[in-house]
């Protein structure tokens, strides 16, 4: 029988706390235990980007993190990411730009692109494609997420 170890965290905005087992991923515990699977599996080695979340202010690979580690933090989700029905400005700009085709690397696109904007207000296209760069997609090309992420720029830029 293996130990499970307390964690308190606070995940958009509502606090949990759960006893978990300190070989579970901070994917497999948001997934699993909250029942919020927006948050993709794809790699589960940190290569692909569809398992990002923002952990303290930083986007990380949930696939990397073990939830013990995250115990006390803040973490959000592309489930956190709209405000009731209405879509986060980059969300909407991925839906306008047409930058979510099959949808798998979305969630991971829209959240990396939310902090980077938070971040930067207006990185040039090289810094975007340098922050964007652990995000992979196998449907778009990458031109209409490079739009998408302009696009978010111009969304949030005129409020």
Do not use: W
């Not at 952990?55 to 006390?72: G, I, K, P, Y």
């Amino acid at each position: 029988m293996v130990k499970k170890y307390p964690v308190r965290v606070n995940v958009n905005g509502d606090d949990y706390e759960a006893l978990v087992d300190p070989r579970k991923t901070l994917l497999q515990f948001l997934r699993e235990d909250l029942d919020l699977t927006g948050t993709k599996e794809g790699c589960d080695e940190g290569d692909c980007g569809a398992c990002s979340v923002i952990l303290n202010n930083r986007v990380v690979s949930s696939c990397l993190v073990l939830a013990v580690e995250v115990d006390n933090a803040v973490i959000e989700t592309i489930e956190g990411v709209k405000t009731g029905e209405e879509l986060h400005p980059v969300q909407q700009a991925f839906v306008d730009s047409g930058a979510i085709q099959c949808g798998f690397c979305t969630p991971g696109m829209v959240i990396t692109t939310k902090a980077m904007l938070q971040e930067m207000p207006n990185p040039s296209t090289k810094e975007v494609k340098e922050y964007l760069a652990g995000n992979l997609c196998r449907c778009t090309g990458y031109v209409k997420i490079l739009d998408a992420v302009e696009n978010a720029k111009e969304k949030l830029k005129n409020g």
